[in-house]
């Protein structure tokens, strides 16, 4: 144990060292303070293992994290984090309960989410924060088991703590309560990377890596006296960094270019692309989005989720070719719905002949697909002779599309009647001449 300790300040010593050397990765940062420490406490649960936390019964154990945290930027951090506590664990099956007490130093790496999509605007100020964080530690821990049957207690002992690395990640949300104090919600999964975390030896290499879960609040002081460097924006870094170069003299809007030209919500000052289209999804810092990573931003890509090439808008060539071919049967059902018959008739009038060839040249350019002409009447006459007359019509337009050069075996036709209308007339007669033209009609779509 004493090893452990030593450790411990050793390692200390050096992650101080390595935080106190700054990184300037954006100017005026030395305006703001940048160091923290937190104290967090909360429940702990071992979730998987040989032995797990029986929390239906509300038995868990206790945690409790000690961090100091220097933030290099609005947006980047690194914590030292010293974490202890005792598990509760049993297995009634096999008749133990046991208990672990631990000890734990890691080094996490911080991400303030906020500063990172977060579009500063110099009005609104911030009162909540996400951060998402991982990082690895060593451990030194010793676990007791009891046999619920015999009474017999063993007992196992890390065998010091670089046998203990581990590794975790989690998230914290923060509320400013003032310039001072912060009150957190923090949640840590920690990966034990050591079967005997719970206390006994494997019996199923699914749980052979003990999985410990923690839940706690917190409350965080801020050393210093100036603004709090993670709670700033970049906004009021670059503009106290200008008020710094004796600028005083300039109003805001010559210190910082606050247009925004693109239209994408992020001013000039802070945007990455200044001529992103209008109707682009933009990050943070104004730069277009690619989810598919296919060179087509978001906003213009007719397929932002499935990678795909820049001359098909951003889908493949076969998706593309099916858009295309979806887009001229629709142009081609508007077309067809023009198709109008007398009332009882199925012939085609010759002032339809242009439409129909337009279907002809569809169809052909599509040999491998099979079609569908559905029929349709109005609800005018009797339902049985309807029905008989929208197969004629939808017949007639098959013969038509034959005799012109389409082959037989692509075309099926259906006849729905009076159902499935345009126009819905209950009664009959309430709808108008109009109306019941239009619901005489023929449509097409493709079956495979």
């Excluded at 994408?264 to 802070?270: I, K, S």
Aim: aromatic share 8%; glycine share 8%; charged share 25%.
């Amino acid at each position: 144990m004493k090893k452990f300790y030593t450790y411990l300040f050793i390692l200390t010593l050096g992650v101080t060292n390595a935080q106190t050397k700054e990184n300037k990765f954006m100017n005026g940062e030395s305006q703001y303070d940048s160091w923290a420490l937190s104290l967090f406490v909360g429940p702990s649960s071992i979730y998987t293992g040989d032995l797990r936390t029986d929390e239906t019964a509300f038995k868990f154990g206790v945690d409790a994290q000690i961090g100091a945290t220097k933030w290099f930027n609005h947006g980047f951090g690194l914590e030292t984090l010293l974490q202890f506590g005792k598990t509760k664990q049993t297995n009634g099956t096999r008749n133990m309960n046991g208990n672990t007490k631990y000890v734990g130093l890691s080094v996490n790496g911080l991400i303030n989410l906020n500063s990172v999509f977060r579009r500063g605007d110099l009005q609104s100020k911030r009162k909540w924060n996400l951060y998402a964080y991982a990082g690895l530690g060593i451990m030194d821990f010793t676990s007791r088991v009891t046999n619920t049957k015999t009474n017999i207690t063993t007992e196992f002992k890390n065998d010091g703590p670089w046998r203990g690395l581990y590794v975790q990640g989690g998230a914290i949300i923060s509320r400013k309560l003032n310039k001072k104090f912060d009150i957190s919600a923090r949640a840590n999964f920690l990966h034990s990377g050591r079967d005997m975390f719970d206390g006994v030896k494997k019996t199923n290499v699914s749980v052979s890596e003990e999985r410990l879960l923690t839940a706690s609040i917190g409350i965080t002081y801020h050393f210093g006296t100036k603004e709090k460097l993670v709670w700033s924006d970049p906004y009021e870094l670059r503009l106290k960094d200008a008020l710094s170069k004796q600028e005083l003299n300039k109003p805001v809007n010559k210190i910082l270019d606050l247009n925004d030209d693109d239209n994408d919500g992020v001013v000039n000052e802070f945007d990455k692309e200044p001529n992103t289209l209008s109707n682009a999804v933009v990050d943070g810092a104004g730069r277009a989005l690619d989810t598919d990573n296919d060179g087509v931003a978001d906003g213009i890509d007719k397929c932002p989720l499935v990678k795909g090439e820049q001359k098909n808008n951003g889908c493949s060539s076969e998706v593309s070719k099916k858009i295309v071919q979806e887009n001229e049967l629709d142009a081609l059902n508007l077309s067809l719905r023009g198709i109008q018959f007398d009332t009882s008739k199925a012939i085609i009038k010759t002032e339809f002949y242009s439409v129909l060839n337009n279907a002809v040249s569809v169809v052909k350019k599509m040999p491998n697909k099979k079609f569908m002409i559905t029929g349709y009447t109005d609800c005018l006459g009797n339902l049985d002779s309807n029905q008989r007359l929208s197969e004629r019509r939808a017949n007639s337009v098959k013969n038509y599309l034959i005799k012109n050069g389409v082959s037989k075996s692509q075309i099926f036709v259906n006849g729905l009647g009076e159902n499935s209308p345009l126009h819905y007339c209950s009664p009959c007669n309430s709808c108008s001449k109009e109306e019941h033209k239009e619901n005489r009609r023929i449509e097409i779509k493709i079956l495979n």
